[in-house]
């Protein structure tokens, strides 16, 4: 089982609904942010092209946060999701050094957090708490190996691009493009 | 044109606008391991070839400053993390890709490696002092005996420590081979640690192990220069640190080349110090200051001009600390996106 996550970038609207929606569901500190909405413009005017992302923790295949974390805390459970357990971290910031997303923050007490994938929904078979409040829908999560499901579908017809791939970490965000 | 915002107002503390999640404690702590690398070291080097009593300053008096950099180094990686508290979950487990983890094990033997090194030679070289500090004395004289005259001896109070410190005189040479073992490792590991992060471009290049070794050890060397009043001694690490600033300043151009020649985040990176943000303070401080002056200065000294050795030592020093800071701050710059 692989837990993967594509989102169509033709889709989003950039609303931030997914922001909020995972500062409530996860009671993220105020003043910090799990995922975020990343715009590119290129072009030059008139011909301009804007695309929006909703970016989070990639979950990466090659995980440089779990490779450098001197403790263990930062680790893959099943599914391919990467967590970091608060009890065992001590809060060296190896894992946000090497991070190219920088998708992680310290927590106001103490730990590296950041994205979870809402393991906590996933488990009892519940989308991520972005992915449902989505009000384009432009977000698919699923097991990218089952070749039925929506996410591996859509990822197969799709073209698609992930974010920093030269970073070398495999990342399991597609962006459909 | 190509513009990448984040619309979000994403902000999170120490990584927005720019990452800078590591401030004075990492690089501090990279000068002082360096520096306590580079003495063992050459403690090590010289009991081994046998030359303790040439090498005085060398084997028995800088050491001393070792134990003292570790342990203000070990403080300042405390204070760094944001959970003090857990920091023993470091030795709760092994973790080899890490080098975080094999940093914390290998200091965890250097530093009472260091401390024991230090102790057996301190009876040799202040049998009995004077103590003019009452409160240092009462704690001095807790372990160690009061001389009749009211010196403070530096005698053992207990059998077994004696003991102890009689069994590590003997065991000298084996000891000097496991402390210079552990020297290479610490002086690559204050590189490693850092070139291990791919998502900072300009750490991520494997020439910052030796690179930052050399640094260290030319540190060191200038620290023994600096203590020695022998002067052969004094001309003899006076060459070493000559030939260790060539060797570095190599490395630093061969880490400019090699990133000017790599991809395109790499090239951004080096731009830092080649152009970009960083220029000013690495060429005046790392370059200029801390490796080319003292560099002329120790040439002109062996050429019998005379230069006070605080000099080109303070400045070795000074550059050394000045590199560590400037590579930990300019690399944080660096990322692959936005």
Known sequence: ?177 | MREELITSSRMNPHIDPVLHIWEWQIPLYLFLGGLAAGLLFFAAYYTISGKTEKYRTAVKIAPIIAPIAIILGLMALLLDLKHPAYFWQLYTTIRLESPMSWGAWTLGAVAPLSIVWVVVNLKEIFPAFGCKVPFIKRLLIMVIKEADNGDVKWDWKWEFLQKFEKFVIKQRVPMAWAMIVLALILGVYTGILLSAFNARPLWNTSILGPLFLTSGLSTAAATIMWLSKDHHERTIFSKIDLMLITIELFLISHLIMGMLAGSEVQIQAVELLIGGEFTVAFWTNVIVLGLVVPAILEILELFKFKVPVAVPAFLILWGGLMFRFIMTDAGQVTRYLY
């Open chain 1, 1 to 177: 089982m692989r837990y993967g996550m594509a989102i169509d970038t033709k889709k989003c609207v950039g609303c931030a609904d997914c922001v909020v929606a995972c500062q409530t569901e996860n009671s993220v500190p105020h003043g910090y942010a799990r995922d975020w909405i990343a715009e590119t413009v290129s072009g030059r005017y008139p011909y301009l092209e804007l695309e929006i992302r909703s970016e989070r923790c990639n979950h990466c295949d090659n995980t440089p946060c779990v490779r450098t974390c001197p403790t263990g805390a930062s680790h893959v459970i099943e599914g391919g999701i990467v967590i970091v357990t608060p009890e065992e971290c001590i809060g060296c910031g190896a894992c946000i050094e090497s991070c190219p997303y920088d998708a992680r923050f310290t927590h106001p007490d103490g730990y590296a957090t950041k994205c979870t994938f809402c393991d906590h929904r996933v488990k009892n078979g519940q989308d991520p708490a972005c992915v449902s409040v989505c009000p384009t829908h432009c977000m698919y999560f699923g097991d990218l190996d089952d070749p039925n499901s929506e996410v591996a579908k859509i990822v197969a017809r799709r073209k698609w691009k992930v974010l920093a791939p030269e970073a070398g970490t495999q990342p399991q965000i597609y962006y459909l493009v």
